[in-house]
Every structure is written in C-alpha cells, then in structure tokens.
C-alpha cells in the first residue's frame, strides 16, 4: 500500500520529467547570418546617441582574429576580411550584441546593406534587449519608437 508521501514523490517525480522532456523539446530561434560585403556599422544606445570606444570584435572558434574600436560617433569598420564570424560589439554599462556574419567573397550572392546599424540595450540585458539592422529605415523607426514611444 502506498503511502501519502510515496505517492507525493512519485507525482513529484513524474511532474519533473514532464517538465525536462518540454525544455528538451524546446526550439531557439537563431537568426540567420548576415551576408555583407564589407564589415561596416555603427552603435548607438536606445535612443540613438553613439557609443564610442566600445570593442568590436570578430570572432572564429571562439578566438578573436579581428578588433578595433568605435570613433566618436559610434561608427567601426574592420577591412580585408573574409569568412564566417561571430560579431560582438560591447560597452562597459550597455549589453553586449553578438550576431553571426559572413563577410566578402562568401557573401557576394545574399548582400545585405553595406552597413550595420546596432542599438545597444541596458548593461543588464542581453542580446535579447539589443537589435542588429541592415536598413537604415527599419533602424531610425527602432530609434523613433525608443525615444517617443510611437510605432510607424
């Protein structure tokens, strides 16, 4: 005969299988890269005002083989390169951005825009709180609807 306890932890158990089989079956949406034929872009925080200084990186199998810094006015640019990479841009008090790109020659067939537009969220957030565009519209709406609340 079982127990009131037994039968507590048996539910227990059960509930918490249920639960690992639901996340095992959960699905991330990762965007897919963008294709550039240069690697060019800017970084603005949430209401479009540049972030200098901040580190920009390309990354390769989690090793960093280019970097540089924005200017004032928020704008980098990494020349002569070629491949796949991980883009992460990141600030000190903003979050960091990582997106996937493939630059040069590879990417000759899907260009995006020339330029990236990137607005930083909160140093507390994470990707999920930044946004990473290839059209400057889309970017300056992302910036209007910061800033004033407005959707176009």
């Not at 249920?18 to 963008?34: E, K, S």
């Not at 199998?61 to 841009?89: P, Q």
Request: glycine share 6%; net charge positive.
């Amino acid at each position: 005969m079982l127990r009131k306890n037994n039968i507590r932890n048996i539910l227990a158990i059960a509930a918490s299988v249920l639960v690992m089989a639901a996340v095992a079956q959960a699905q991330i949406a990762v965007p897919a890269p963008y294709h550039l034929a240069h690697l060019r872009g800017v970084f603005v925080d949430a209401k479009g005002n540049p972030i200098p200084d901040a580190a920009v990186t390309l990354d390769q199998d989690d090793k960093v083989l280019y970097s540089t810094k924005t200017d004032r006015a928020g704008k980098f640019e990494i020349k002569h390169v070629s491949g796949r990479y991980w883009l992460h841009v990141n600030k000190k008090g903003y979050s960091t951005v990582g997106r996937e790109v493939i630059v040069g020659v590879e990417a000759l067939t899907y260009l995006h825009s020339a330029t990236l537009y990137v607005i930083a969220g909160p140093g507390a957030c994470s990707d999920d709180c930044s946004s990473v565009f290839t059209s400057k519209s889309k970017f300056n709406q992302a910036i209007r609807r910061n800033t004033t609340g407005h959707y176009d």
